[in-house]
């Protein structure tokens, strides 16, 4: 039984056994009983060995092809028509909202690791996962998730017997900010309120949505049913009578298939996700739903304009956190205001970065302000509970050794620390001063999960795999291109101890679901968002069950030297927006402008994967003052870099394929390796605007003049990306690249000086002539 017995199915007979009321059928030692007898493959009590049979059966069910098929399946398999089974989707919603309303980076990493706390130990919490292998972390926690079950969540004036319903085996995903269960039918609204409930109890003013519903157990291998099955009933024949009606054809999405595959594809699991989705982003909306709170009054905090307020200006400061010249763990640098919520955050940050005491005691500063949260003990300052991104790549390095024990150089694991502000990392950077946003996302996952994904058991194992792969590509992207950089305080770095430290040169924000946030060194951003899309690939291939099905060919397409492309083999990828920015660039602003970037690259993936590129995309910016955008990104490219010459003309080339972008980065060394003159890089690129043969006379000439490095720069800016779209044409149309789709000429020359400063130069032996450096050419 235990080869073929799924934890999913554990849960969904400890659901059935359990029954509708609030109180289980059988005794409750009876259901662990049978818990523990699946899960090690022994013989069940008698008593519930026939809802285990029927489960049994649930996973084996034939799609039945006619309504009479399904009317014989559903008097045949009785238990499961009649018994009810509740399904709770829910999280954190307005996320960035809350995350970036802060402006200081030990805030923004507060915020993002109490979310990630409550979704990734919290939640999880409630059903006991302490004891359950597959979630680490809560074992790790183990004391404080016992804490959350039985001082917050079975107090009286909470859900008092909501924990003794809930069992591990009844999750079915708990990332990316949300989490959707299984659970007992009579549980189905308090489970939906208690995740509701721990969010604003723990954050006091982010915003949560949580839903349920009750559906019989054999929808979840058929979608939803009506209550009877009747001659008027919905099913394939009516379907197929009129599958191109426009309701029909939009709800059942047959796009690229045939009406009978589209029905059984829509007739899954997936159906009940969608029924819950559909009642979130009403909740969400502010719609109220019969016997629960009412969800349009998010929490506020009353503000008033004589009042002091927080580091944030969003609410009335409570205490400041004043630092003593004569006592150091007193205050905070900076002596900043504090509000309640704004302090949890800062108090979260400090032990996600391990800056408190190593005794073990709450920070002074804390104390002090007499503030009172049921978490703030000093038994959960232990590790586990509170988990930061980059103690997990310390984890990840240790765990993979041999493959990356290069990243500490001569330096000892233990010596080096976590980045402690946004200056910290810039002051790793190749141009000190700048660092990169980099906000990368997967691609048509929910187009996958339509296509692909059947039942519970597929839809745990998808997001578990996801999960995997993008947090791994980032720790192998990280430990790749990264090293520890040593880093001197001054006055103003926020660190008491000026003595020089050694840092790891980045800040992950945020890793959930699919989705990932960091801040890196400007000048290994592009190579750190390149490699994470492609091992975002390369780990899901070798997990298994995500390759191509038809045989992969070399995209076409590829503006850089197509035939040096790898063909994608993966059926999921991921796009990134990256923004290289001044390191005091405000960081909700920097946000927003990487978000509108992911965006762009989103869009022109779908538009490639049209055209038969399965692969990911990125687009970027070079920011080198704040004032740089005054508006969005797609109208400044539109309105500013978007000409009418006779011939249209973009002077810019992004986005960009994975391919193009190691491309534009092999471009930028050749030209550093043939020393070309920087001040004609700037000289060129103001040529751009006149048109495209002056632009062209020019750069020739430039390039006749070039003492070395020709062929470099033939071979990886010529060859590679300007040959024109005429095979007959041997020549080439260097700086300009044909779009024979869009008619237009575009450019990656703007966007090669943009980041010229931020490649690492190859060293060369000969060095250019002086008087051609100073060469400046007559308009």
């Given at each position: 039984?235990?080869?073929?017995?799924?934890?999913?199915?554990?849960?969904?007979?400890?659901?059935?056994?359990?029954?509708?009321?609030?109180?289980?059928?059988?005794?409750?030692?009876?259901?662990?009983?049978?818990?523990?007898?699946?899960?090690?493959?022994?013989?069940?009590?008698?008593?519930?060995?026939?809802?285990?049979?029927?489960?049994?059966?649930?996973?084996?069910?034939?799609?039945?092809?006619?309504?009479?098929?399904?009317?014989?399946?559903?008097?045949?398999?009785?238990?499961?028509?009649?018994?009810?089974?509740?399904?709770?989707?829910?999280?954190?919603?307005?996320?960035?909202?809350?995350?970036?309303?802060?402006?200081?980076?030990?805030?923004?990493?507060?915020?993002?690791?109490?979310?990630?706390?409550?979704?990734?130990?919290?939640?999880?919490?409630?059903?006991?996962?302490?004891?359950?292998?597959?979630?680490?972390?809560?074992?790790?926690?183990?004391k404080y998730c016992q804490q959350v079950k039985w001082e917050w969540l079975d107090k009286p004036e909470n859900f008092p017997e909501l924990?003794?319903?809930?069992?591990?085996?009844?999750?079915?995903?708990?990332?990316?900010?949300?989490?959707?269960?299984?659970?007992?039918?009579?549980?189905?609204?308090?489970?939906?309120?208690?995740?509701?409930?721990?969010?604003?109890?723990?954050?006091?003013?982010?915003?949560?949505?949580?839903?349920?519903?009750?559906?019989?157990?054999?929808?979840?291998?058929?979608?939803?049913?009506?209550?009877?099955?009747n001659a008027r009933t919905f099913w394939k024949e009516k379907y197929l009578e009129n599958p191109a009606h426009p309701l029909l054809e939009?709800?059942?999405?047959?796009?690229?298939?045939?009406?009978?595959?589209?029905?059984?594809?829509?007739?899954?699991?997936?159906?009940?996700?969608?029924?819950?989705?559909?009642?979130?982003?009403?909740?969400?909306?502010?719609?109220?739903?019969?016997?629960?709170?009412?969800?349009?009054?998010?929490?506020?905090?009353?503000?008033?304009?004589?009042?002091?307020?927080?580091?944030?200006?969003?609410?009335?400061?409570?205490?400041?956190?004043?630092?003593?010249?004569?006592?150091?763990?007193?205050?905070?640098?900076?002596?900043?205001?504090?509000?309640?919520?704004?302090?949890?955050?800062?108090?979260?940050?400090?032990?996600?970065?391990?800056?408190?005491?190593?005794?073990?005691?709450?920070?002074?500063?804390?104390?002090?302000?007499?503030?009172?949260?049921?978490?703030?003990?000093?038994?959960?300052?232990?590790?586990?509970?509170?988990?930061?991104?980059?103690?997990?790549?310390?984890?990840?390095?240790?765990?993979?050794?041999?493959?990356?024990?290069?990243?500490?150089?001569?330096?000892?694991?233990?010596?080096?620390?976590?980045?402690?502000?946004?200056?910290?990392?810039?002051?790793?950077?190749?141009?000190?001063?700048?660092?990169?946003?980099?906000?990368?996302?997967?691609?048509?996952?929910?187009?996958?999960?339509?296509?692909?994904?059947?039942?519970?058991?597929?839809?745990?194992?998808?997001?578990?795999?996801?999960?995997?792969?993008?947090?791994?590509?980032?720790?192998?992207?990280?430990?790749?291109?990264?090293?520890?950089?040593?880093?001197?305080?001054?006055?103003?770095?926020?660190?008491?101890?000026?003595?020089?430290?050694?840092?790891?040169?980045?800040?992950?924000?945020?890793?959930?679901?699919?989705?990932?946030?960091?801040?890196?060194?400007?000048?290994?951003?592009?190579?750190?968002?390149?490699?994470?899309?492609?091992?975002?690939?390369?780990?899901?291939?070798?997990?298994?069950?995500?390759?191509?099905?038809?045989?992969?060919?070399?995209?076409?397409?590829?503006?850089?030297?197509?035939?040096?492309?790898?063909?994608?083999?993966?059926?999921?990828?991921?796009?990134?927006?990256?923004?290289?920015?001044?390191?005091?660039?405000?960081?909700?602003?920097?946000?927003?402008?990487?978000?509108?970037?992911?965006?762009?690259?989103?869009?022109?993936?779908?538009?490639?994967?049209?055209?038969?590129?399965?692969?990911?995309?990125?687009?970027?910016?070079?920011?080198?003052?704040?004032?740089?955008?005054?508006?969005?990104?797609?109208?400044?490219?539109d309105e500013g870099l978007t000409l009418d010459r006779g011939a249209k003309l973009k002077l810019y080339a992004a986005p960009y394929t994975?391919?193009?972008?190691?491309?534009?980065?092999?471009?930028?060394?050749?030209?550093?390796?043939?020393?070309?003159?920087?001040?004609?890089?700037?000289?060129?690129?103001?040529?751009?605007?006149?048109?495209?043969?002056?632009?062209?006379?020019?750069?020739?000439?430039?390039?006749?003049?070039?003492?070395?490095?020709?062929?470099?720069?033939?071979?990886?800016?010529?060859?590679?990306?300007?040959?024109?779209?005429?095979?007959?044409?041997?020549?080439?149309?260097?700086?300009?690249?044909?779009?024979?789709?869009?008619?237009?000429?575009?450019?990656?020359?703007?966007?090669?000086?943009?980041?010229?400063?931020?490649?690492?130069?190859?060293?060369?032996?000969?060095?250019?002539?002086?008087?051609?450096?100073?060469?400046?050419?007559?308009?």
């Open positions: 039984m235990k080869s073929c017995w799924s934890a999913i199915a554990t849960g969904i007979a400890w659901c059935l056994a359990w029954g509708e009321g609030r109180e289980p059928q059988f005794e409750i030692g009876v259901l662990r009983e049978m818990r523990g007898a699946l899960n090690s493959g022994e013989e069940v009590p008698e008593n519930v060995r026939e809802i285990v049979d029927r489960v049994r059966e649930l996973e084996k069910l034939e799609f039945p092809e006619t309504l009479e098929e399904l009317t014989e399946l559903t008097k045949k398999h009785s238990v499961l028509w009649e018994s009810k089974i509740g399904l709770v989707y829910g999280g954190a919603t307005k996320i960035k909202h809350y995350v970036f309303e802060a402006a200081k980076l030990p805030d923004i990493r507060g915020a993002s690791a109490l979310l990630d706390r409550i979704n990734l130990v919290d939640l999880p919490a409630f059903f006991g996962c302490e004891n359950d292998p597959s979630y680490p972390q809560c074992q790790k926690a183990k924990s003794k319903a809930l069992i591990s085996e009844l999750i079915i995903y708990s990332t990316g900010g949300n989490i959707l269960a299984f659970c007992p039918a009579a549980f189905t609204d308090d489970l939906a309120d208690a995740i509701e409930k721990r969010y604003t109890h723990e954050t006091l003013t982010a915003n949560s949505c949580a839903v349920g519903a009750k559906f019989k157990a054999l929808e979840i291998q058929l979608g939803l049913l009506p209550d009877e099955i939009a709800y059942f999405e047959q796009l690229d298939t045939s009406p009978e595959k589209a029905f059984k594809q829509r007739k899954t699991f997936n159906e009940l996700a969608g029924k819950l989705a559909a009642l979130f982003n009403q909740r969400r909306n502010g719609n109220d739903f019969a016997d629960r709170p009412s969800r349009r009054y998010p929490p506020m905090f009353e503000t008033h304009p004589y009042l002091r307020r927080d580091e944030s200006d969003r609410r009335s400061a409570v205490f400041q956190a004043k630092s003593d010249p004569n006592n150091q763990n007193k205050g905070l640098p900076g002596d900043p205001w504090f509000s309640e919520a704004l302090a949890r955050k800062r108090l979260i940050g400090q032990i996600a970065k391990q800056e408190i005491p190593s005794s073990g005691r709450l920070p002074t500063w804390w104390v002090d302000s007499e503030l009172e949260w049921d978490f703030a003990t000093p038994e959960n300052l232990e590790p586990g509970a509170v988990e930061s991104w980059v103690n997990k790549f310390e984890g990840f390095l240790r765990e993979t050794y041999e493959r990356y024990n290069g990243y500490y150089g001569e330096n000892r694991a233990a010596e080096v620390e976590e980045a402690r502000s946004v200056r910290e990392i810039g002051d790793a950077s190749l141009v000190k001063g700048f660092v990169a946003y980099i906000y990368a996302d997967g691609n048509n996952m929910g187009g996958y999960i339509q296509k692909e994904i059947k039942n519970p058991q597929q839809y745990q194992r998808f997001s578990r795999d996801i999960f995997e792969a993008t947090e791994k590509s980032v720790y192998v992207a990280l430990a790749k291109h990264l090293k520890p950089h040593k880093y001197k305080p001054d006055s103003d770095s926020g660190r008491r101890n000026k003595e020089e430290v050694w840092i790891h040169p980045f800040e992950i924000l945020t890793i959930g679901g699919d989705d990932v946030m960091l801040i890196v060194p400007a000048d290994r951003a592009l190579a750190i968002a390149k490699t994470i899309g492609e091992e975002f690939e390369n780990i899901l291939l070798r997990i298994g069950g995500y390759k191509l099905d038809k045989s992969s060919q070399i995209y076409a397409g590829h503006r850089y030297s197509p035939q040096k492309a790898t063909p994608s083999q993966c059926k999921l990828s991921m796009s990134a927006g990256v923004l290289i920015a001044a390191e005091d660039t405000p960081i909700y602003y920097a946000e927003n402008l990487t978000n509108q970037l992911l965006k762009s690259a989103k869009k022109t993936g779908k538009k490639l994967k049209d055209a038969g590129y399965c692969g990911g995309t990125m687009d970027f910016l070079v920011m080198k003052s704040v004032t740089t955008i005054s508006s969005n990104i797609e109208s400044f490219r994975l391919h193009e972008i190691g491309g534009l980065i092999e471009s930028v060394k050749a030209l550093k390796k043939a020393e070309f003159p920087k001040s004609q890089l700037y000289q060129i690129r103001s040529f751009l605007e006149r048109g495209k043969q002056t632009t062209i006379l020019n750069y020739r000439y430039f390039r006749t003049r070039l003492k070395q490095g020709k062929a470099e720069l033939k071979a990886e800016f010529e060859e590679a990306w300007c040959k024109p779209k005429n095979k007959e044409n041997t020549g080439n149309l260097a700086p300009w690249m044909f779009d024979l789709k869009d008619k237009v000429y575009e450019t990656i020359w703007r966007e090669i000086v943009d980041i010229y400063d931020f490649i690492e130069p190859e060293k060369n032996s000969e060095p250019i002539s002086e008087d051609l450096a100073n060469m400046e050419v007559d308009s």
